[in-house]
Protein backbone atom coordinates (compact mmCIF):
# COMPACT_ATOMS: atom_id res chain seq x y z
CA UNK A 1 0.00 0.00 0.00
CA UNK A 2 1.42 3.21 -1.49
CA UNK A 3 2.27 5.42 1.53
CA UNK A 4 0.96 9.53 0.87
CA UNK A 5 3.77 11.80 1.34
CA UNK A 6 3.67 13.66 4.73
CA UNK A 7 4.19 17.33 4.61
CA UNK A 8 5.77 17.28 8.50
CA UNK A 9 9.50 16.77 8.12
CA UNK A 10 11.12 13.37 9.66
CA UNK A 11 12.88 14.07 12.86
CA UNK A 12 15.58 11.27 11.78
CA UNK A 13 16.76 12.17 8.51
CA UNK A 14 18.75 15.48 8.12
CA UNK A 15 16.81 17.90 5.34
CA UNK A 16 18.37 17.98 2.01
CA UNK A 17 20.60 20.49 0.88
CA UNK A 18 21.83 21.40 4.48
CA UNK A 19 25.58 21.36 3.04
CA UNK A 20 24.76 23.05 -0.30
CA UNK A 21 22.49 25.69 0.93
CA UNK A 22 23.22 29.36 1.53
CA UNK A 23 22.90 29.75 5.64
CA UNK A 24 19.58 29.90 6.67
CA UNK A 25 17.98 33.62 6.83
CA UNK A 26 18.61 35.58 9.83
CA UNK A 27 15.83 36.17 12.37
CA UNK A 28 14.57 39.63 12.19
CA UNK A 29 13.98 39.57 16.21
CA UNK A 30 17.56 38.66 17.19
CA UNK A 31 20.29 41.70 17.75
CA UNK A 32 21.70 42.85 14.68
CA UNK A 33 25.59 42.64 15.80
CA UNK A 34 24.95 38.57 17.09
CA UNK A 35 24.31 38.12 13.83
CA UNK A 36 27.64 36.02 12.52
CA UNK A 37 27.80 34.35 8.76
CA UNK A 38 29.31 30.88 9.66
CA UNK A 39 30.95 28.73 6.73
CA UNK A 40 29.77 25.23 6.17
CA UNK A 41 32.17 22.26 5.78
CA UNK A 42 32.02 18.59 4.66
CA UNK A 43 32.22 15.93 7.32
CA UNK A 44 36.32 14.53 7.03
CA UNK A 45 36.94 11.58 5.30
CA UNK A 46 38.64 8.75 6.70
CA UNK A 47 42.37 9.21 6.87
CA UNK A 48 41.91 13.14 5.92
CA UNK A 49 42.35 15.50 8.82
CA UNK A 50 39.62 16.55 10.66
CA UNK A 51 39.26 20.18 9.85
CA UNK A 52 39.93 22.10 6.55
CA UNK A 53 43.67 23.76 6.73
CA UNK A 54 42.65 26.01 3.81
CA UNK A 55 40.82 27.94 6.32
CA UNK A 56 43.95 28.73 8.66
CA UNK A 57 45.12 32.40 8.26
CA UNK A 58 48.15 32.64 5.78
CA UNK A 59 51.31 32.84 7.53
CA UNK A 60 53.40 36.22 5.86
CA UNK A 61 56.54 37.18 6.15
CA UNK A 62 58.65 40.04 4.39
CA UNK A 63 62.56 39.25 4.09
CA UNK A 64 64.52 42.27 3.09
CA UNK A 65 68.21 41.95 2.28
CA UNK A 66 70.98 44.31 4.07
CA UNK A 67 74.22 45.04 2.19
CA UNK A 68 77.59 43.86 3.99
CA UNK A 69 75.92 41.41 6.28
CA UNK A 70 76.18 37.85 4.88
CA UNK A 71 72.96 35.48 5.36
CA UNK A 72 73.03 32.85 7.83
CA UNK A 73 73.46 29.38 7.35
CA UNK A 74 72.66 26.27 8.82
CA UNK A 75 76.30 24.94 8.97
CA UNK A 76 77.35 24.41 12.22
CA UNK A 77 81.11 25.32 13.56
CA UNK A 78 83.20 22.87 14.13
CA UNK A 79 84.33 22.47 18.11
CA UNK A 80 88.13 21.53 18.47
CA UNK A 81 88.47 18.97 21.03
CA UNK A 82 89.28 19.47 24.19
CA UNK A 83 93.00 17.78 24.83
CA UNK A 84 93.97 16.63 28.67
CA UNK A 85 97.05 15.93 29.59
CA UNK A 86 97.93 13.92 32.35
CA UNK A 87 101.22 13.57 34.14
CA UNK A 88 101.41 9.71 35.22
CA UNK A 89 104.08 11.11 38.00
CA UNK A 90 101.88 13.59 39.25
CA UNK A 91 99.00 11.34 39.45
CA UNK A 92 100.97 8.48 40.94
CA UNK A 93 102.30 11.13 44.23
CA UNK A 94 98.97 12.50 44.10
CA UNK A 95 97.29 8.57 44.94
CA UNK A 96 100.38 7.33 47.01
CA UNK A 97 99.39 10.55 49.47
CA UNK A 98 96.06 9.37 49.48
CA UNK A 99 96.95 5.66 50.39
CA UNK A 100 97.68 4.51 53.94
CA UNK A 101 101.26 4.53 54.99
CA UNK A 102 100.79 0.61 55.38
CA UNK A 103 100.20 0.22 51.22
CA UNK A 104 102.37 2.76 50.03
CA UNK A 105 104.76 1.27 47.42
CA UNK A 106 107.85 1.31 48.57
CA UNK A 107 110.67 2.72 45.97
CA UNK A 108 112.85 0.93 43.97
CA UNK A 109 116.03 2.96 42.92
CA UNK A 110 115.94 3.98 38.65
CA UNK A 111 118.03 1.37 36.72
CA UNK A 112 122.37 2.69 36.36
CA UNK A 113 122.46 1.52 32.36
CA UNK A 114 126.24 2.56 32.83
CA UNK A 115 126.86 0.09 35.35
CA UNK A 116 125.27 -3.11 33.67
CA UNK A 117 128.18 -4.11 30.47
CA UNK A 118 126.77 -5.22 27.57
CA UNK A 119 125.98 -8.67 26.46
CA UNK A 120 129.05 -7.91 24.10
CA UNK A 121 131.16 -7.45 26.99
CA UNK A 122 130.35 -10.44 28.54
CA UNK A 123 131.04 -12.56 25.65
CA UNK A 124 134.12 -11.17 25.41
CA UNK A 125 134.90 -11.45 29.12
CA UNK A 126 133.37 -15.49 28.77
CA UNK A 127 135.63 -16.34 25.24
CA UNK A 128 138.29 -15.17 27.33
CA UNK A 129 138.26 -18.01 30.07
CA UNK A 130 135.29 -20.12 29.22
CA UNK A 131 136.08 -22.05 32.15
CA UNK A 132 135.03 -18.58 34.88
CA UNK A 133 131.52 -20.04 36.10
CA UNK A 134 131.09 -16.72 37.44
CA UNK A 135 131.58 -15.16 33.98
CA UNK A 136 129.98 -18.28 31.81
CA UNK A 137 126.87 -17.44 34.40
CA UNK A 138 126.67 -13.82 33.72
CA UNK A 139 126.46 -14.42 29.59
CA UNK A 140 124.29 -17.58 30.24
CA UNK A 141 121.58 -14.93 31.95
CA UNK A 142 121.93 -11.91 29.41
CA UNK A 143 121.78 -14.58 26.77
CA UNK A 144 118.56 -15.86 28.62
CA UNK A 145 117.38 -12.29 28.79
CA UNK A 146 117.16 -11.36 25.09
CA UNK A 147 115.37 -14.51 24.86
CA UNK A 148 118.63 -16.42 23.27
CA UNK A 149 117.58 -19.50 25.15
CA UNK A 150 119.37 -22.22 21.95
CA UNK A 151 122.67 -19.75 22.19
CA UNK A 152 122.53 -20.31 26.15
CA UNK A 153 123.05 -23.82 25.99
CA UNK A 154 125.66 -23.67 23.54
CA UNK A 155 127.47 -21.45 25.82
CA UNK A 156 126.45 -23.90 28.65
CA UNK A 157 128.43 -26.99 26.21
CA UNK A 158 131.70 -24.60 26.34
CA UNK A 159 131.60 -23.89 29.56
CA UNK A 160 131.38 -27.39 30.58
CA UNK A 161 133.84 -28.56 28.26
CA UNK A 162 136.44 -25.82 29.29
CA UNK A 163 135.80 -27.31 32.78
CA UNK A 164 133.36 -24.69 34.54
CA UNK A 165 131.38 -25.60 37.82
CA UNK A 166 129.11 -28.85 36.97
CA UNK A 167 126.11 -28.37 39.18
CA UNK A 168 125.83 -24.75 38.07
CA UNK A 169 126.06 -25.43 34.25
CA UNK A 170 123.41 -27.91 35.29
CA UNK A 171 121.27 -25.55 36.85
CA UNK A 172 121.48 -23.31 34.10
CA UNK A 173 120.75 -25.99 31.57
CA UNK A 174 117.50 -26.54 33.47
CA UNK A 175 116.86 -22.93 33.53
CA UNK A 176 117.60 -22.29 29.56
CA UNK A 177 115.54 -25.80 28.49
CA UNK A 178 112.19 -24.60 30.47
CA UNK A 179 112.37 -21.14 28.56
CA UNK A 180 112.50 -23.32 25.36
CA UNK A 181 109.42 -25.15 26.66
CA UNK A 182 111.51 -28.22 27.11
CA UNK A 183 109.95 -29.17 30.51
CA UNK A 184 110.73 -32.29 30.60
CA UNK A 185 113.89 -32.14 29.68
CA UNK A 186 114.03 -29.04 32.49
CA UNK A 187 113.02 -31.44 35.42
CA UNK A 188 115.69 -34.10 33.92
CA UNK A 189 118.24 -31.42 34.50
CA UNK A 190 116.78 -30.47 37.83
CA UNK A 191 117.03 -34.37 39.22
CA UNK A 192 120.70 -33.87 38.28
CA UNK A 193 121.47 -31.19 39.92
CA UNK A 194 119.84 -32.56 43.13
CA UNK A 195 122.01 -35.79 42.79
CA UNK A 196 124.48 -33.52 42.73
CA UNK A 197 123.91 -30.77 45.59
CA UNK A 198 120.40 -31.63 47.01
CA UNK A 199 119.78 -29.01 50.12
CA UNK A 200 121.07 -26.55 47.46
CA UNK A 201 118.70 -23.46 47.21
CA UNK A 202 119.19 -23.08 43.36
CA UNK A 203 117.33 -26.47 43.10
CA UNK A 204 114.64 -25.58 44.88
CA UNK A 205 114.58 -22.11 42.91
CA UNK A 206 114.44 -24.25 39.73
CA UNK A 207 112.09 -26.12 40.78
CA UNK A 208 110.03 -23.47 41.38
CA UNK A 209 110.55 -21.99 38.28
CA UNK A 210 109.61 -24.89 35.85
CA UNK A 211 106.34 -25.29 38.29
CA UNK A 212 105.55 -21.35 36.98
CA UNK A 213 106.44 -22.20 33.76
CA UNK A 214 103.96 -25.07 33.50
CA UNK A 215 101.26 -22.64 35.30
CA UNK A 216 101.08 -24.54 38.54
CA UNK A 217 101.38 -21.49 40.65
CA UNK A 218 100.53 -23.50 43.67
CA UNK A 219 103.07 -25.80 43.90
CA UNK A 220 106.05 -23.32 42.92
CA UNK A 221 105.40 -21.18 46.24
CA UNK A 222 107.12 -23.65 48.80
CA UNK A 223 109.75 -24.52 47.15
CA UNK A 224 110.88 -20.91 45.95
CA UNK A 225 110.25 -19.43 49.26
CA UNK A 226 112.56 -22.10 50.50
CA UNK A 227 114.97 -20.85 47.93
CA UNK A 228 115.15 -17.90 48.67
CA UNK A 229 115.68 -18.60 52.41
CA UNK A 230 118.67 -19.68 51.66
CA UNK A 231 119.69 -17.24 48.74
CA UNK A 232 117.70 -14.20 49.46
CA UNK A 233 119.51 -12.04 46.72
CA UNK A 234 118.23 -13.98 44.25
CA UNK A 235 116.49 -11.92 41.65
CA UNK A 236 114.56 -14.25 39.33
CA UNK A 237 113.27 -16.18 42.15
CA UNK A 238 111.94 -13.12 44.24
CA UNK A 239 110.34 -12.38 40.49
CA UNK A 240 108.26 -15.91 39.96
CA UNK A 241 107.46 -15.47 43.72
CA UNK A 242 105.47 -12.37 42.82
CA UNK A 243 103.91 -14.83 39.61
CA UNK A 244 103.05 -17.09 41.66
CA UNK A 245 101.08 -15.17 44.60
CA UNK A 246 99.81 -13.06 41.79
CA UNK A 247 97.88 -15.90 40.23
CA UNK A 248 97.16 -17.04 43.54
CA UNK A 249 95.55 -13.62 44.14
CA UNK A 250 97.76 -13.23 47.40
CA UNK A 251 98.15 -9.07 45.99
CA UNK A 252 100.43 -7.45 49.01
CA UNK A 253 102.49 -11.25 48.86
CA UNK A 254 102.72 -10.86 45.00
CA UNK A 255 103.72 -6.97 45.36
CA UNK A 256 106.52 -7.07 47.83
CA UNK A 257 108.05 -9.88 46.14
CA UNK A 258 107.79 -8.20 42.99
CA UNK A 259 109.56 -4.79 44.36
CA UNK A 260 112.04 -7.29 45.70
CA UNK A 261 113.11 -8.60 42.21
CA UNK A 262 112.96 -4.92 40.96
CA UNK A 263 115.66 -3.74 44.00
CA UNK A 264 117.77 -6.79 43.78
CA UNK A 265 117.92 -6.15 39.46
CA UNK A 266 116.03 -2.70 38.47
CA UNK A 267 116.58 -3.85 35.08
CA UNK A 268 113.76 -6.82 35.18
CA UNK A 269 111.31 -5.07 33.29
CA UNK A 270 108.73 -8.02 33.88
CA UNK A 271 108.77 -7.29 37.73
CA UNK A 272 108.49 -3.56 37.11
CA UNK A 273 105.56 -4.70 35.17
CA UNK A 274 104.31 -7.16 37.98
CA UNK A 275 104.06 -4.33 40.32
CA UNK A 276 101.80 -2.35 37.65
CA UNK A 277 99.35 -4.94 37.47
CA UNK A 278 98.91 -5.65 40.96
CA UNK A 279 98.28 -2.22 41.76
CA UNK A 280 95.57 -2.00 39.16
CA UNK A 281 94.01 -5.71 40.63
CA UNK A 282 94.40 -3.30 43.98
CA UNK A 283 92.37 -0.58 42.09
CA UNK A 284 95.29 1.89 42.26
CA UNK A 285 95.69 2.79 38.77
CA UNK A 286 97.38 6.35 38.82
CA UNK A 287 100.38 4.32 40.78
CA UNK A 288 99.85 1.82 37.76
CA UNK A 289 100.87 3.60 35.16
CA UNK A 290 103.67 4.90 36.65
CA UNK A 291 105.19 1.08 36.91
CA UNK A 292 104.07 0.27 33.60
CA UNK A 293 106.30 2.98 32.11
CA UNK A 294 109.17 2.42 33.70
CA UNK A 295 108.73 -1.11 32.67
CA UNK A 296 108.41 0.29 28.84
CA UNK A 297 111.84 2.13 29.33
CA UNK A 298 113.90 -0.59 30.69
CA UNK A 299 112.10 -3.19 28.21
CA UNK A 300 113.38 -0.65 25.12
CA UNK A 301 117.23 -1.08 26.84
Request: proline content about 9%.
Amino acid sequence: MDREPSSAPDPYQLPLGVFGAEPPSADPDLPTEELVSVPLREPPVCGEWSYDDSELEETRFVARRIDGVSAPTSKATPIQPIRVVVDPKAMAARAAAQQPASNAVRPVAEPNRSARPTIEALRLAFEQTPSDTARALAFIAAQERSNDAANALKTIERAEAAGADAFAMTCARASALGAMLKYDDAAKAIKAAHKLKPDHPEVLVQTGILACRRARWKDAIDPLQRGVAGAPDHAQAHYYIGEALNHADRLEDARAAYERAATLDPENWRALKGIGIVLDRLGRSPEAAEWYRRAREAQRQ
